[in-house]
């Protein structure tokens, strides 16, 4: 079991979609479900037994600790970020602003 958060994200969806088709190991998806993510990329995995999916924030430390007592992952993929690049194009003050 390995945990990933961030993984709706453009790098993680991409990252579970590899791993699942990769390898037979259950993995645990922590997003908050930004503006950033695309839910949609992991479609193909919603009846998948290997995969679950918890719609949170990283930064909930009981709902991490909960998780992590609860699958013991061997491992933690970090993928959750705040990333501005398309913002910055788009409006680039609000991007940068102090
Ligand atoms: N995109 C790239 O080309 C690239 C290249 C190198 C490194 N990275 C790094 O990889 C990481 C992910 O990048 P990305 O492009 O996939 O970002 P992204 O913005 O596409 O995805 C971020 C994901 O994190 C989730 N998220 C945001 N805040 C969260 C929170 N507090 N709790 C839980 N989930 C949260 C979002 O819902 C989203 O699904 C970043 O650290 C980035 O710097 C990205």
Same mark, same amino acid.
């Given at each position: 079991?390995?945990?990933?958060?961030?993984?709706?994200?453009?790098?993680? #969806?991409?990252?579970?979609?590899?791993?699942?088709?990769?390898?037979?190991?259950?993995?645990?998806?922590?997003?908050?479900?930004?503006? !950033?993510?695309?839910?949609?990329?992991?479609?193909?995995?919603?009846?998948?037994?290997?995969?679950?999916?918890?719609?949170?924030?990283?930064?909930?430390? #009981?709902?991490?600790?909960?998780?992590?007592?609860?699958?013991?992952?061997?491992?933690?993929?970090?993928? !959750?970020?705040?990333?501005?690049?398309?913002?910055?194009?788009?409006?680039?003050?609000? !991007?940068?602003?102090?």
């Amino acid at each position: 079991m390995i945990l990933v958060t961030g993984g709706c994200g453009f790098i993680g #969806a991409r990252f579970v979609l590899d791993w699942l088709g990769e390898c037979d190991e259950a993995l645990v998806n922590l997003d908050a479900l930004t503006y !950033a993510a695309r839910p949609q990329a992991l479609t193909s995995l919603r009846d998948d037994p290997r995969y679950t999916f918890v719609h949170g924030d990283v930064r909930d430390r #009981a709902l991490v600790d909960a998780l992590l007592a609860r699958h013991r992952p061997r491992a933690i993929v970090h993928l !959750a970020a705040e990333t501005h690049g398309d913002r910055a194009i788009a409006g680039a003050a609000a !991007a940068h602003r102090p």
